[in-house]
């Protein structure tokens, strides 16, 4: 199983990025995604998840609630993260990472896969 993860980038306070995560060796219809971020000097924190099978429940803390939204296509093997109102403290490495056992889950130890992380970083 290999997750990919792409899109990050610099942006200015305000502005929009979308990450994706492209999957291999995985049947995606299966399993639960969750995108995570991590700060220097923080821990990892999740930042959206969304559920497998019929379950496309999403869930989202309050930081990010109404600015991000995770989504799917099983079919291109690629899970995103639109990110709007981007603001500086979103600033952190972000992760993909993929739960075989499907269930829409903020425990980052419920999550058997995790691709490289990729840099987002939010300033004027």
């Known amino acids: 199983v290999q997750l990919q993860a792409s899109g990050g980038g610099l942006a200015q306070p305000g502005e929009s990025l979308t990450l994706s995560c492209e999957t291999s060796g995985l049947i995606m219809d299966y399993y639960a995604f969750g995108w995570f971020r991590q700060a220097p000097g923080k821990e990892r924190e999740g930042v959206s998840c969304?559920?497998?099978?019929?379950?496309?429940?999403?869930y989202y803390p309050d930081s990010v609630r109404g600015r991000f939204t995770i989504s799917r296509d099983n079919a291109k093997k690629l899970v995103y993260l639109q990110m709007h109102r981007l603001k500086p403290e979103d600033t952190a490495v972000y992760y993909c990472a993929a739960d075989r056992a499907g269930y829409l889950t903020r425990k980052l130890d419920a999550y058997d896969h995790w691709g490289q992380g990729t840099q987002v970083t939010v300033s004027s």
């Open positions: 969304i559920g497998g099978g019929s379950d496309g429940s999403t």
